[in-house]
Every structure is written in C-alpha cells, then in structure tokens.
C-alpha cells in the first residue's frame, strides 16, 4: 500500500531519500520497492480464465506468477479477495 499509493515518492520538504533509507533496511523491502511500481498497470484479467492443464503442470508460469502477483497488490495483499476474484 505504501508503494501503491506513493507515500515513498519525494516531496519537496524531504530531506532523506525514503526509498533508499528502506531499500537500505532489508533486502526484501529492495525488492518490494523495485517490483510493486512494474506490477500496477499489468492487467491481470487472465486469472478469471481456466487453467486447463492444472492436473499435467509440473511449475507455475512465470508470466502467470507474475499476474497473480498483480492481483495480490492490487488487492492490499489480501488473499481472500484474490481468492474470490
């Protein structure tokens, strides 16, 4: 949420740069704050399409990964909507 709605983006009474002081703080928020920006314009309507081969996959798609993750943020992360959706 704080990536999404840009809490971290400069303004111009900030005298610290928050990306880097929280990308600095863990490697996974470096990844979060690298990532989440690429993830809030990708349409992932595909996921209301059926996955035929579920029963004969033996990986997750990266390209599907990648939607489901969209999803997931454009949803606060909160799974049981994602479920749902």
């Known amino acids: 949420m704080v990536m999404q709605h840009g809490w971290l ?4 009474e ?3 740069d928050a990306k880097a ?3 600095a703080m863990n490697p996974d ?3 979060i ?3 989440v920006p690429k993830l809030l314009d ?3 309507s595909s996921l ?3 996955c035929t081969d579920y029963a004969e996959q033996t990986e997750i798609q990266k390209d599907r ?7 997931a943020v454009n949803y606060d992360l909160n799974f049981a909507l994602v479920s749902r959706y």
């Not at 983006?9 to 111009?12: I, L, Q």
């Not at 990964?65 to 999803?71: E, N, S």
């Open 9 to 12: 983006e400069p303004h111009h």
């Open 14 to 16: 900030d005298t610290t």
């Open 21 to 23: 002081v929280m990308s």
């Open 29 to 31: 928020y470096a990844a």
């Open 33 to 35: 704050i690298r990532d």
């Open 42 to 44: 990708v349409d992932f």
């Open 48 to 50: 209301l399409l059926p």
């Open 65 to 71: 990964f990648w939607i489901l993750m969209t999803c």
